[in-house]
Antibody
Framework: QLQLQESGPGLVKPSETLSLTCTVSGGSISISTYYWGWIRQPPGKGLEWIGSIFYRGTTYYNSSLESRATVSVDTSKNQFSLRLRSVTAADTSVYYC???????????????????WGKGTTVTVSS | SSELTQDPAVSVALGQTVRITCQGESLRNFYGGWYQQKPGQAPLLVLYHKNNRPSGIPDRFSGSTSGNTASLTITGSQAEDEADYYCNSRDRSGTVIFGGGTKLTVL
């Protein structure tokens, strides 16, 4: 059974860089069907997609975070990572890594959904 | 528009049927999933491809799409269905978008 596990510091200082890693177990990250990515959830609020990566390195990001976010992949370790630069208190959230399905449904339609999630890790931005 | 709109809160009596809706123009072409999130837990995919259930999701969960609206229906609601429910889609640039979430209370 595929499992995803986030790891990284739980406390980051303002203006510094948040770095998280997601380790994939029970399956390979190098499968053409899937993207791998990050979603966050501020306390008491909804879900916000940050960005996703294909195992060959193709990335795409939420335009609101693109200038600060970098998602990378290490297929030799079956891991992918998130770096978010210049953080502020507004970046305090639970961060989830996930597996994303992108399927062409034909006729200009497609399917984008997240079928496997990590348990999440809380990151607080504070001095 | 790249927004998805959900009712903030919905309630249902135990054993009754409830429909949770998600509205947005992107849903005419770009389909996502429905996610259940209980307090302190990660979201769980409960529906995809409009009306497919992942393994382990009870068949009381079903879905449909009409025009710009996607619906999640729970037939015979159980106490354990009380949770927040989110829909998702994508916009034309490929950005994944989520609805604001619906808090379901089972009375």
């Amino acid at each position: 059974q595929l499992q995803l596990q986030e790891s990284g510091p739980g406390l980051v200082k303002p203006s510094e860089t948040l770095s998280l890693t997601c380790t994939v177990s029970g399956g390979s990250i190098s499968i053409s069907t899937y993207y791998w990515g990050w979603i966050r959830q501020p306390p008491g609020k909804g879900l916000e997609w940050i960005g996703s990566i294909f195992y060959r390195g193709t990335t795409y990001y939420n335009s609101s975070l693109e200038s600060r976010a970098t998602v990378s992949v290490d297929t030799s370790k079956n891991q992918f990572s998130l770096r978010l630069r210049s953080v502020t208190a507004a970046d305090t959230s639970v961060y989830y890594c996930m597996r994303q399905v992108r399927e062409d449904g034909g006729n200009g339609n497609d399917y984008y959904y997240m079928d496997v999630w990590g348990k999440g890790t809380t990151v607080t931005v504070s001095s | 528009s790249s927004e998805l709109t959900q009712d903030p809160a919905v309630s249902v009596a135990l054993g009754q049927t409830v429909r949770i809706t998600c509205q947005g123009e992107s849903l005419r072409n770009f389909y996502g999933g429905w996610y259940q999130q209980k307090p302190g837990q990660a979201p769980l995919l409960v529906l995809y491809h409009k009306n497919n259930r992942p393994s382990g999701i009870p068949d009381r969960f079903s879905g449909s799409t009409s025009g710009n609206t996607a619906s999640l229906t729970i037939t015979g609601s159980q106490a354990e269905d009380e949770a927040d429910y989110y829909c998702n889609s994508r916009d034309r640039s490929g950005t994944v978008i989520f609805g604001g979430g619906t808090k379901l209370t089972v009375l």
